[in-house]
């Protein structure tokens, strides 16, 4: 079985350029989770679909952050304009089960965005 | 107070012996507790759930919950230099809506 696939996996951009990031994630899945994790921090959660609806997106700076799920499974973060402190790596995972359960979630390999 | 507490560390323990690694949360009706490990650069990984009171054995590990003091551990025996990595703690929470609360994670290093 693939696992959540992400990309890029590296991104470098000025402050005020706009960056998307890209998640498919394990097939059949119905909730997908986004997490930014900035270095020395556990993963603090942005946003989470369960299939193309939103569930939770209370953290989300939502004056800079978007994000959207395509007819329930690819998902798209987008950050416009960016920020210093959105240098960060964002994770993306999946669960099986509907959002609210006590699934594992299963992480991608992350894009680590550096933002100068 | 934050939300999910774990002591940063870093934790050393010599090979074969016991790594203990606490947890504490905020929330009372939080229900499900997780620890994730994470090895340098790369992403989270689950190594165990637990989701009653009382102690939940798979292979070398052990995670213990206490849901009146706020408590989840993980216990590692056994510890080997591959176990050495970041530990996440991770919480179930329905307050304010559904979410997953991390800490900030307790780094092990295992020494041969």
């Known amino acids: 079985e693939a696992g959540v696939a992400q990309s890029p996996r590296y991104k470098i951009i000025e402050k005020r350029q706009s960056v998307a990031f890209w998640c498919n994630p394990i097939s059949g899945h119905a909730t997908l989770y986004w997490y930014q994790q900035i270095l020395g921090q556990g993963p603090k959660l942005l946003i989470q679909?369960?299939?193309?609806?939103?569930?939770?997106d209370s953290q989300l700076p939502k004056d800079r952050f978007s994000a959207e799920r395509l007819k329930g499974v690819d998902s798209t973060l987008k950050i416009q304009p960016a920020k210093l402190e959105d240098s960060a790596v964002y994770l993306c995972?999946?669960?099986?089960?509907?959002?609210?359960?006590?699934?594992?979630?299963?992480f991608g390999p992350g894009t680590r965005l550096t933002v100068l | 107070q934050k939300e999910v507490e774990q002591n940063s560390g870093p934790l050393s323990v010599p090979e074969g012996a016991i790594a203990s690694l606490n947890c504490t949360y905020s929330?009372?009706?939080?229900?499900?507790f997780f620890w994730y490990r994470q090895y340098s650069g790369k992403s989270p990984e689950l190594i165990m759930s637990?989701?009653?009171?009382g102690d939940k054995e798979d292979g070398r590990f052990t995670a213990q919950l206490n849901k009146a003091s706020q408590y989840v551990s993980l216990l590692i025996r056994d510890s080997q230099p591959s176990d050495s990595a970041t530990y996440l703690c991770?919480?179930?929470?329905?307050?304010?809506?559904?979410?997953?609360?991390f800490g900030a994670g307790t780094r092990l290093f295992v020494k041969a």
């Open positions: 679909f369960q299939n193309n609806g939103v569930v939770d």
């Open positions: 637990i989701y009653s009171n």
């Open positions: 995972a999946s669960s099986p089960g509907l959002a609210g359960g006590s699934d594992t979630q299963y």
């Open positions: 991770a919480v179930n929470t329905d307050t304010g809506g559904f979410k997953t609360i």
């Open positions: 929330d009372r009706v939080s229900q499900s």
